[in-house]
């Protein structure tokens, strides 16, 4: 079952992270912020967390906004899904939700970003099975030989009006 994230949910999304071995504390730490800043940034901003659980047990997330200053693109900051329930569809079933949310805010694209280390090569097999499509390599962007690997996905296909 997939619903809104609320402040309680905090601890066990952020343990549920932890756990994946794929985030730093550094990412730990930042999603502390993002997730305490969140139920204002819902507010105003129009930023959205989607939590997923099984029996009341925490299984995973995803956090999307909308880019300020830009016609319709949304971001894709957060998909996390515990270990016990990767491989299960979950991972997929969870950005198929978020494209819904920017679908129904009239949003027109979605970018991401992740790591070119070889460990999130799984990671990245699955944004293109789903497709999206490599938007940009950002060289050296997080480190010394550590590039940032962009996303990108077109939600709505534009028509153009012929006069």
């Known amino acids: 079952m997939f619903r809104l994230t609320t402040p309680d949910d905090t601890p066990a999304l952020l343990k549920l992270t932890a756990d994946t071995g794929f985030f730093s504390t550094a990412d730990i730490d930042i999603l502390r912020e993002v997730l305490d800043d969140y139920p204002s940034a819902a507010e105003t901003e129009g930023h959205r967390c989607i ?32 270990k016990e329930s990767q491989k299960s569809g979950l991972g997929t079933r969870l950005l198929k939700h978020v494209e819904e949310i920017v679908r129904a805010a009239a949003g027109r694209v979605v970018f991401l970003e992740t790591s070119s280390l070889p460990l999130y090569e799984p990671t990245r097999r699955f944004y293109a099975k789903n497709g999206y499509e490599i938007a940009a390599v950002l060289k050296d962007y997080y480190a010394d030989d550590h590039d940032m690997v962009v996303f990108r996905k077109r939600l709505t296909v534009s028509i153009e009006r012929i006069e």
């Open 51 to 82: 939590t997923a659980e099984n029996a009341d047990r925490l299984i995973g997330f995803a956090y999307c906004a909308p880019v300020a200053m830009s016609d319709r693109t949304w971001y894709l900051w957060w998909i996390v899904v515990g």
